[in-house]
Every structure is written in C-alpha cells, then in structure tokens.
T-cell receptor, first 112, second 114 residues
Framework: QQQVKQSPQSLIVQKGGISIINCAYE??????FPWYQQFPGKGPALLIA?????SEKKEGRFTISFNKSAKQFSLHIMDSQPGDSATYFC???????????FGKGTRLSVIA | EADIYQTPRYLVIGTGKKITLECSQT?????MYWYQQDPGMELHLIHY???????EKGDLSSESTVSRIRTEHFPLTLESARPSHTSQYLC?????????????FGQGTRLTVV
C-alpha cells in the first residue's frame, strides 16, 4: 500500500504559468513533509519542506500548501521557468527512526 | 553542494559477478540510506542504517547486502548480479535530528547487468 500518493505523473506548463503538484498521505503520524527536485543525472535535492503546525510555507517562487484534515499537501511553482523542468517528489516521515517515504514523482516540463 | 559521494557513476558488468557500490559522506551523519530508482522515476528504499553496526532492510525486497563499519561509509554489495538488478542506485544521508531532517543524496550509480 502506497503511503504517499502523488499526482499528476507528468505536467506540461507554459513559461510564466503556475505548476501545481499534489500529494495525499495515509499515516496521520507523519509530521514532516518535504519536496525534492531531481534533474537528469543528479540525485534528488531538498527544495522546500513543511511541518503540520503551519498551513503554508513560501520560499521564493515555491509554496507548499498543507491541509491536515484532508491529509493533503501540494507544491505550487509560480512564474514557472524552463529551468524548473525536472522531476519532483513529495515525501513524508515522522519522529523516530523512520526513513522518508516518497511519492512516485512528477515529471514537469516548462515550455517557452 | 552535498558532501556525499558514490562510485562508480556508471557500471556495466556480466551476470553472476559480485559487485560493491561505494557510498561515502563527510558530513558526520548517523543515518544513511540506499534507494533503487526505476526508469519510471519511483524511489524504493532497499536498506538503511542509523549508525555504526546498525542496518535494516527497506520496503523493497533486495538481494543486496550492506555494512556500516564506519560512520562515513555505507557500501552496498550484490553477491551475484542479474539483469533484474539493472537500475539506478542512490545513496543518501541525514543527521539524527528530531522530527524529520534533510536527506542529502549522492549522484547515483547507474548499474547495467548484461
């Protein structure tokens, strides 16, 4: 059973548009929700992360929205640029000795 | 840039060979992980360690083994490689922080078994 469900699998956005990727989780014990960005030939790198005590976190053009009651969180990329074209993974973990659980990934293409 | 290194970057070997994928980090992190990434992008946890002499199997059944004799080193070994082991292998580390902490990934080893 997949603990973190991510959608869509792929996304094409016009330059300057808003990219939105969604994730849903099952385990209510999760208390850390990061997003990772992966470029071809590279390992994933942390983009932005949120904890459930806040509903939104913004860093530059990247925003995480978190809905604890719905057990959902999403990544919004404002003013999307071709350089944002990459694979994005949501993930979750909880206090204690638990590794990150990743979603299946979203391949984002930003076209001019 | 993360100080976590994987060697080799690319490896092509024949079926039945024994191989070891190397992973080292210089950040003093206690936690280290191995993920297998399939062509469809999904990351599967195959092994992890929370300190020296501590190793655990992950969610994906794997025929590989790991060891953690030193904090900075977490090698993964395949005793007898098969074509089904062809994949991208990613190593990661994180500190022993509380409720979640950043995982730093290496660049990966792309393994092809022929």
């Amino acid at each position: 059973q997949q603990q973190v469900k991510q959608s869509p699998q792929s996304l094409i956005v016009q330059k300057g548009g808003i990219s939105i990727i969604n994730c849903a989780y099952e385990n209510t014990a999760f208390d850390y929700f990061p997003w990772y960005q992966q470029f071809p030939g590279k390992g994933p790198a942390l983009l932005i992360a949120i904890r459930p005590d806040v509903s939104e976190k913004k860093e530059g053009r990247f925003t995480i929205s978190f809905n604890k009651s719905a057990k959902q969180f999403s990544l919004h990329i404002m003013d999307s640029q071709p350089g944002d074209s990459a694979t994005y993974f949501c993930a979750a973990s909880y206090s204690g000795n638990t590794p990150l659980v990743f979603g299946k990934g979203t391949r984002l293409s930003v076209i001019a | 840039e993360a100080d976590i290194y994987q060697t080799p970057r690319y490896l092509v070997i024949g079926t039945g060979k024994k191989i070891t994928l190397e992973c080292s980090q210089t950040m003093g992190h206690d936690k280290m992980y191995w993920y297998q990434q399939d062509p469809g992008m999904e990351l599967h946890l195959i092994h992890y360690s929370y300190g020296v002499n501590s190793t655990e199997k992950g969610d994906l059944s794997s025929e590989s083994t790991v060891s953690r004799i030193r904090t900075e080193h977490f090698p993964l070994t395949l005793e007898s490689a098969r074509p089904s082991h062809t994949s991208q292998y990613l190593c990661a580390s994180s500190d022993a922080g509380g409720a979640g902490s950043e995982a730093f990934f290496g660049q990966g080893t792309r393994l092809t078994v022929v």
